[in-house]
């Protein structure tokens, strides 16, 4: 198999993975940092370079990691496989679902999460990705690394002001760092490039960090505290959030109440929807509670009451829907990549003067919106009151 294969002239190839391949070929240096803004390509060109691992060596073993697996699988797995697909390389044989491994010319790469110590103490490897790095804890780092004999390639975005991976990984003398902006990504969909360049302006730290792949400052988070869990608990009272979109995601959310406590399970966050293909993914989803939607949008709310579904406009009161989720105990399934991300950046604004509005900046918030209209309006629909006669 011809070892060039991967750098076909008329494949989506950037100088992000042009730049790890020089990396991986020169073997000078034991860890790679992929550290930069969104858009970038950086997860893409990290999954064709191990696909060139595989392509030019010999019985080695490769990881690919992730702090949790259902963020995994919907990331660094999905961005994995989509590669070897489009070069004609997959082969469902040679893929063990069960084990989370793949096969190729004598080589093995395994997917693995950190969430269990066991799974990160019995596996030794030649090379390793650790997709998100800035997820994982300094021992989860140590533990991988001192089973792994080759090199490390890590990639993230650089949100987090203070960071082990700032002190003890960037410092090293074997240690490459390869920084990239959505202007090293020439294969980024306008409509994408056009979203990331309307931060500019609206938020000058979501614009440094996820615009210039620069590192962010203190930020002043909104949701300071949430819990991961696995499922909605038995016995939770069900309800939906929907926030539209089209050019944005449109974010769909089962919320389970229960005990007072909230439990978030991320549904839909795509873009592209018409209503049309909403009401198709509602019914596949067998949705059959009540939806709170995005009240700016009562034609498609009335399309959807007549394609069958409980929906109602929401309480769209920002201040207060984030003061009702701020009283309440957030549990977030693991699967919920989108929103995960979007809590972990969601914060107030700051004016010119550095004072803290009471004002959400309005990025990335479409999961954020869509948990707000159902929890804040479920929580305080108005108590009926009857006339005696």
Not at 174 to 184: E, G, V
Not at 260 to 271: D, F, P, S, T
Not at 299 to 304: A, D, L, P, T, V
Request: glycine fraction near 6%.
């Amino acid at each position: 198999m011809p070892k060039k294969l991967i750098l076909e002239e008329d494949k989506e190839i950037t100088k992000v993975y042009i730049k790890n391949l020089s990396e991986f070929l020169k073997k000078e240096n034991r860890i790679i940092v992929n550290e930069g803004g969104t858009g970038s390509g950086k997860t893409v060109a990290l999954a064709q370079l191990f696909i060139t691992i595989l392509l030019r060596e010999r019985g080695v073993k490769l990881t690919i990691a992730r702090k949790t697996f259902p963020a995994l699988r919907a990331t660094a797995m999905k961005d994995f496989y989509d590669q070897l697909k489009r070069f004609g390389l997959y082969r469902e044989e040679n893929r063990n679902k069960s084990e989370h491994t793949y096969i190729m010319r004598g080589n093995e790469l395994d997917f693995v999460s950190v969430d269990s110590p066991i799974k990160i103490r019995s596996r030794r490897r030649n090379y390793l990705w650790l997709n998100e790095a800035n997820e994982f804890k300094k021992e989860d780092y140590m533990q991988l690394s001192m089973r792994t004999d080759k090199q490390i390639f890590m990639d993230y975005n650089p949100s987090d002001q203070y960071h082990w991976i700032y002190d003890d990984i960037q410092t090293r003398k074997d240690c490459a760092i390869i920084r990239s902006t959505y202007k090293d990504n020439p294969f980024l969909p306008d409509e994408l490039v056009k979203e990331i360049e309307s931060w500019q302006g609206h938020d000058e730290n979501y614009w440094k960090v996820y615009g210039l792949g620069l590192r962010g400052v203190s930020q002043n988070t909104i949701y300071t505290k949430y819990f991961l869990c696995d499922s909605i608990p038995e016995g939770a009272e069900i309800i939906y959030g929907l926030d539209f979109g089209f050019n944005v995601p449109t974010a769909l959310v089962r919320i389970g109440i229960k005990d007072k406590e909230c439990y978030i399970q991320e549904l839909i966050y795509e873009r592209g929807l018409t209503n049309q293909n909403l009401i198709g993914k509602l019914k596949e989803l067998e949705i059959d509670g009540l939806i709170y939607a995005d009240s700016a949008e009562p034609n498609r709310i009335e399309e959807i009451s007549q394609a069958g579904f409980s929906i109602m406009s929401a309480n769209k009161d920002v201040s207060k829907g984030i003061d009702t989720l701020k009283t309440i105990k957030k549990y977030i399934t693991k699967e919920s990549v989108n929103v995960l991300k979007e809590i972990k950046n969601y914060r107030y604004k700051v004016d010119k003067n550095g004072l803290i509005l009471d004002e959400p900046v309005k990025i990335n918030d479409h999961g954020m919106d869509a948990i707000r209209y159902a929890v804040h309006t479920h929580l305080n629909q108005p108590i009926p009151s009857f006339e005696w006669l």
